[in-house]
């Protein structure tokens, strides 16, 4: 009876020790939402894949207005990043889409759009669009 209780008071310190250390994890990492939309013009698709070191995201075909969108943690020792390879039209490129050293100050919802003219960040605490990349996607 002892050793059965012993056991399971036991096993629930060990529980709680667990839980605990995720609870720290939750505090120390904010979670981000990181969407990246077409803007293109006439009907352009973009062919979008995006990756971090753990995660890969998959190619994702989106038309006009379509987006793509994901949810994570940035983790403990701030060096969260993900990265995405993308092809419209006649330009193709690569670029960081989030990167804790560069967007952790500046946005929870980290909208990305993608221009004929280039590659643009909001910065959701200063309300505004700031352009990452210029490139000049054409129709044909
Ligand atoms: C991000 O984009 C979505 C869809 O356009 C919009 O509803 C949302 O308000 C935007 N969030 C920020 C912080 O810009």
Same mark, same amino acid.
């Given at each position: =009876? &002892?050793? *059965?209780?012993? +056991?399971?008071?036991?096993?629930? =310190?060990?529980?709680? =020790?667990?839980?605990?250390? #995720? ?9 981000? +939402?990181?969407? *990246?939309?077409?803007?293109? /013009? ?5 062919? &979008?894949?995006?990756? @971090? ?12 207005? !379509?987006? !793509?969108?994901?949810?994570?943690? $940035?983790?403990?020792?701030? /060096? +969260? ?10 330009? !193709?490129?690569?670029? $960081? ?5 560069? $967007? ?7 909208? #990305? ?10 910065? !959701? ?7 990452? &990349?210029?490139?000049?996607?054409? @129709?044909?």
């Amino acid at each position: =009876m &002892l050793k *059965v209780l012993v +056991t399971v008071i036991v096993g629930l =310190m060990i529980t709680k =020790m667990v839980q605990s250390e #995720r609870e720290v994890d939750g505090i120390l990492g904010s979670k981000k +939402t990181v969407r *990246v939309e077409n803007d293109l /013009t006439n009907g352009i698709s973009v062919f &979008l894949h995006c990756k @971090s070191k753990d995660d890969d995201l998959g190619e994702h075909v989106l038309q006009n207005g !379509q987006y !793509q969108e994901w949810r994570f943690r $940035d983790n403990i020792v701030h /060096t +969260t990043l993900f990265w995405c390879a993308m092809r419209a039209s006649n330009v !193709q490129s690569s670029f $960081d889409v989030y990167s804790y050293k560069a $967007d952790s100050a500046l946005c929870d919802q980290c909208n #990305r759009s993608l221009r004929n003219d280039g590659l643009y960040f909001y910065n !959701q605490y200063e309300n505004k669009w700031e352009k990452k &990349l210029s490139w000049n996607i054409q @129709s044909f």
